[in-house]
């Protein structure tokens, strides 16, 4: 186990009703290289916007940076945006140093509690402060991963990137799967347990429905979509989590068909059925 209090920069992006800016930056402590907040602005414009089906969701994700910190972000609800819209968002980073991401056996999972979802206009352009978390880090033993959890894995270590259909964060599955990959592919291994899309082409991510993974793996070569739903008895699914299954027709982005259609289409066709009886009789 690794004990060890761990210091880190932060700052804060997204769309508020408080201003009117549009998508920028809230705030950030004074240590915040540029490249960082660069690297920021440009993950969270690539994170997505969220569909019109898809209900809002608590998530993160953990981009580790090449020579830099891991950029560790907690995605957030923020209500209506400064033109009235629904669907805005708040993103908080948090930037682990190298050497504390490498002792927690870059691992993103300890450092989430870090992440703040309240922010007001009293912090517009203000100098943050320095954060500080204490971290516990304690691999978690899966002495029998099930197939889910091994095929992802199994993917990632090929150098595939996971797209996983779910209407929910998969963050126990995240979890498990993570705890399963070595640490040089962690090292280098981004995820988002969480996303609208995966412009920041995560190695593993859960996108809102078969729809938006298909989408997504055919514009990207190196994505393979894995659905939790070809293996029932995970553990991990994020059915599983909920404690009760979800039909394989709710990870579909089309909204569902009205009942008055329908017999407004039986009654269309009533006329010419009868025709085509009478004909045969």
Not at 11 to 24: C, H, I, K, L, T
Not at 153 to 173: E, M, W, Y
Not at 202 to 229: K, N, Y
Not at 266 to 274: F, G, N, Q
Request: net charge positive.
């Amino acid at each position: 186990m690794w004990k060890r209090t761990v210091l880190y920069e932060q700052a804060v992006y997204g769309n508020f009703p408080f201003w009117s800016r549009g998508y920028g930056l809230l705030a950030h402590s004074a240590k915040c290289e540029p490249d960082w907040l660069a690297a920021l602005k440009l993950a969270c414009q690539r994170f997505g916007e969220r569909p019109r089906e898809c209900a809002d969701n608590l998530g993160f994700f953990a981009i580790p940076q090449p020579d830099g910190p891991c950029m560790i972000v907690g995605v957030f609800p923020n209500g209506r945006d400064d033109q009235g819209r629904p669907g805005a968002l708040v993103f908080h980073a948090l930037f682990i140093p190298p050497r504390a991401y490498r002792k927690a056996g870059y691992d993103p999972f300890p450092f989430v509690e870090g992440l703040r979802c309240d922010w007001s206009s009293e912090e517009i352009d203000t100098v943050l402060p320095t954060g500080t978390i204490n971290v516990s880090c304690e691999p978690l033993c899966d002495k029998q991963p099930d197939r889910l959890v091994e095929e992802i894995a199994r993917a990632i270590n090929g150098q595939k990137k996971v797209i996983v259909p779910s209407l929910t964060p998969i963050d126990p599955l995240a979890r498990s799967v993570w705890n399963l990959l070595p640490v040089r592919v962690r090292k280098r291994a981004s995820m988002a347990t969480f996303a609208y899309d995966n412009g920041n082409r995560f190695d593993l991510v859960a996108l809102p429905g078969r729809r938006s993974a298909e989408l997504a793996v055919s514009r990207d070569p190196a994505c393979v979509m894995i659905d939790a739903h070809d293996y029932p008895d995970s553990r991990s699914s994020p059915d599983h989590e909920k404690g009760k299954p979800t039909k394989p027709g709710d990870l579909n982005d089309d909204p569902p068909r009205s009942p008055r259609l329908f017999r407004r289409f039986l009654r269309s066709i009533t006329p010419l059925l009868l025709a085509i009886s009478f004909q045969n009789a």
